[in-house]
T-cell receptor
Framework: SQQGEEDPQALSIQEGENATMNCSYK?????LQWYRQNSGRGLVHLIL?????REKHSGRLRVTLDTSKKSSSLLITASRAADTASYFC??????????FGKGTRLSVIA | ETGVTQTPRHLVMGMTNKKSLKCEQH?????MYWYKQSAKKPLELMFV?????RVENNSVPSRFSPECPNSSHLFLHLHTLQPEDSALYLC???????WGPGEQYFGPGTRLTVT
């Protein structure tokens, strides 16, 4: 299975600190995506990184991809209470649907 | 607002009822998905429609029946459900890309409770 596995399962930090979440997967991919989900709501796409890219930025988000280690990380800088959510990585290959991991639950304490 | 709407947002139904969930996307995407999200479980892909054709059906029980009348609408028909079917049902849409699956846009979900 190419399912992504996020690590840690849960993370609690103070507002203003940086939050780092990791994702590992098992097979080759075309792209890897990160999503956020607020409690009981739909997932929101954050960032997509292609397999030939190593790093991507979007506002306070920074995503890295290491295809040799089959891993990715999501860094949220200067976290805010509003960043409290679950974060999922999803791997994509060819025409097959995305495969989502189990998510990391982030709590940002004001 | 992601451009994907779902109705109803909440649904309580008995095990003998028949109901339908509706999803509509206003993004011009060519693929639509149904997911089930239960507490403490990963997101489960149920059905995929690409260009209105069902391309994936992940061993979902027949008490769930999808329908995709056109590229903008997706339904999930429910009948004789079990209590373990209580979950958040999410609809999503995407546009296929040459370099792998595109980003998915999710609706807000329908919280289903089966009593």
């Amino acid at each position: 299975s190419q399912q992504g596995e996020e690590d840690p399962q849960a993370l609690s930090i103070q507002e203003g600190e940086n939050a780092t979440m990791n994702c590992s997967y098992k097979t080759s991919i075309n792209n890897l995506q990160w999503y956020r989900q607020n409690s009981g709501r739909g997932l929101v796409h954050l960032i997509l990184i292609r397999s030939n890219e190593r790093e991507k930025h979007s506002g306070r988000l920074r995503v890295t991809l290491d295809t040799s280690k089959k891993s990715s990380s999501l860094l949220i800088t200067a976290s805010r209470a509003a960043d409290t959510a679950s974060y999922f990585c999803a791997t994509g290959e060819g025409n097959t649907p995305l495969v989502f991991g189990k998510g990391t639950r982030l709590s940002v304490i004001a | 607002e992601t451009g994907v709407t779902q109705t109803p947002r909440h649904l309580v139904m008995g095990m003998t009822n028949k109901k339908s969930l509706k999803c509509e996307q206003h993004l011009g995407h060519n693929a639509m998905y149904w997911y089930k999200q239960s507490a403490k479980k990963p997101l489960e892909l149920m059905f995929v429609y690409s260009l209105e054709e069902r391309v994936e059906n992940n061993s979902v029980p027949s008490r769930f029946s999808p329908e995709c009348p056109n590229s903008s609408h997706l339904f999930l028909h429910l009948h004789t459900l079990q209590p373990e079917d209580s979950a958040l049902y999410l609809c999503a849409s995407s546009q296929g890309r040459q370099w792998g699956p595109g980003e998915q846009y999710f609706g807000p979900g329908t919280r289903l409770t089966v009593t």
